[in-house]
T-cell receptor, first 116, second 112 residues
Framework: DGGITQSPKYLFRKEGQNVTLSCEQN?????MYWYRQDPGQGLRLIYY???????QKGDIAEGYSVSREKKESFPLTVTSAQKNPTAFYLC???????????????FGQGTRLTVV | KNEVEQSPQNLTAQEGEFITINCSYS?????LHWLQQHPGGGIVSLFM???GKKKHGRLIATINIQEKHSSLHITASHPRDSAVYIC??????????????FGAGTILRVKS
């Protein structure tokens, strides 16, 4: 079955270390997204990519980096520059859609990152 | 200005009650997702709907595209329905593809 796989589900890192979160999809979707969620808060967009080798900053991109070398993969690196990296991270994907087209989004299970 | 407004933010209900969560949005052309997030974080897609009404078990979702409003109803609520419910209308940029935005979520607690 097609879907999105995020790994790991829980991740612990020491302060000052970079960490990369994995997101893989086998849905042949062009668009992929990374969101961050803090306790009691809504999901906020970090980065998104509409096509391979292209990505755009979202609302809270500072301290994060991404790559999109393959359609299936959109890894997110939380760098040491991110001041408050402890959060829940969610990856999503959608097929391409133009005006008037309905698109169904698919979501990973999320990665809960704790920096100690 | 928030692109997506959900209400209420918090909701406590007694088991068996009928529950309604509302979502109003200012972006998006068509279709809207309702998502469920249980404690522990995993997100499940409940519905994607672009018109009318969809029903799945005790969950019913309705949408009015012209008014940019959707509601999620839970009939005969149960403690296992306790979760955060999030609406997500896609917004379409000028070029192809959709950029998802999310409501802040409604925290539902159903007491037995």
């Amino acid at each position: 079955d097609g879907g999105i796989t995020q790994s790991p589900k829980y991740l612990f890192r020491k302060e000052g270390q970079n960490v990369t979160l994995s997101c893989e999809q086998n849905l042949n979707h062009d668009a992929m997204y990374w969101y961050r969620q803090d306790p009691g808060q809504g999901l906020r967009l970090i980065y998104y990519s509409q096509i391979v080798n292209d990505f755009q900053k979202g609302d809270i991109a500072e301290g994060y980096s991404v790559s999109r070398e393959k359609k299936e993969s959109f890894p997110l690196t939380v760098t040491s520059a991110q001041k408050n990296p402890t959060a829940f991270y969610l990856c999503a994907s959608t097929p391409p859609g133009g005006r008037g087209m309905n698109t169904e989004a698919f979501f990973g299970q999320g990665t809960r990152l704790t920096v100690v | 200005k928030n692109e997506v407004e959900q209400s209420p933010q918090n909701l406590t209900a007694q088991e068996g009650e009928f529950i309604t969560i509302n979502c109003s949005y200012s972006v998006g052309i068509s279709a809207l997702h309702w998502l469920q997030q249980h404690p522990g974080g995993g997100i499940v897609s409940l519905f994607m709907l672009s018109s009318g009404k969809k029903k799945h078990g005790r969950l019913i979702a309705t949408i009015n595209i012209q008014e940019k409003h959707s509601s999620l109803h839970i009939t005969a609520s149960h403690p296992r329905d306790s979760a955060v419910y999030i609406c997500a209308p896609p917004c379409t940029p000028e070029w192809y593809g959709n950029k998802l935005v999310f409501g802040a979520g409604t925290i539902l607690r159903v007491k037995s």
